[in-house]
């Protein structure tokens, strides 16, 4: 388990700075790890999960990308009393992941429980700025999620042309 929880910290560093390399063997390392039962039901192994969740979603896994944020969010509710910091991370990094799969009201769930457990003086700041961005990130969803105006007659007479090499000038013209 420790293992685990080094690896998936080691996962995040990488991810943090961008090495994707880095990150992909990681991700390797920390799922060969993750694959020795009966880890998924094992309340400590939510950094794990959720570490691998971002990874898998970074390599465009989004099947195992969801599975591991949905096993990490089941065992962070497991994590309580250990570690405020750890369990408010954990969700966090699985808030983004589900916002990036389209599952906004469950980020924004997870979102809440977040911010309702951080504590402003706890050992790591850097969750302000996470909250933050994603109460901004989950705001812009929301604010997206209105029925479009439905197009005009003129504006789907001009569809038509859009594949075509015509230009702005020439569609003008055509219609």
């Not at 009393?81 to 599952?103: D, F, I, M």
Request: with cysteine.
């Amino acid at each position: 388990m420790v293992e685990a929880v080094a690896l998936a910290l080691k996962l995040n560093a990488t991810l943090a700075r961008d090495d994707l390399h880095a990150a992909s063997l990681k991700l390797t390392e920390l799922s060969d790890v993750m694959g020795r039962p009966p880890f998924e039901n094992t309340a400590a192994a939510a950094p794990a999960f959720a570490s691998s969740a971002t990874g898998h979603l970074l390599k465009g896994r989004t099947d195992l990308a969801r599975r591991d944020a949905l096993i990490a969010q089941r065992l962070l509710s497991l994590l309580t009393g250990s570690a405020p910091w750890l369990v408010v991370q954990g969700r966090l990094q699985v808030a983004r992941v589900l916002l990036a799969l389209g599952e906004t009201n469950q980020a924004a769930a997870l979102l809440g429980e977040a911010d309702a457990e951080y504590v402003p003086a706890s050992l790591f700041p850097p969750n302000e700025t996470e909250i933050r961005k994603l109460t901004a990130a989950i705001a812009q969803v929301h604010a997206c999620d209105h029925d479009p105006e439905p197009l005009t007659v003129a504006e789907i007479s001009v569809l038509q042309y859009l594949p075509t090499d015509l230009r702005s000038a020439q569609i003008a013209g055509e219609i």
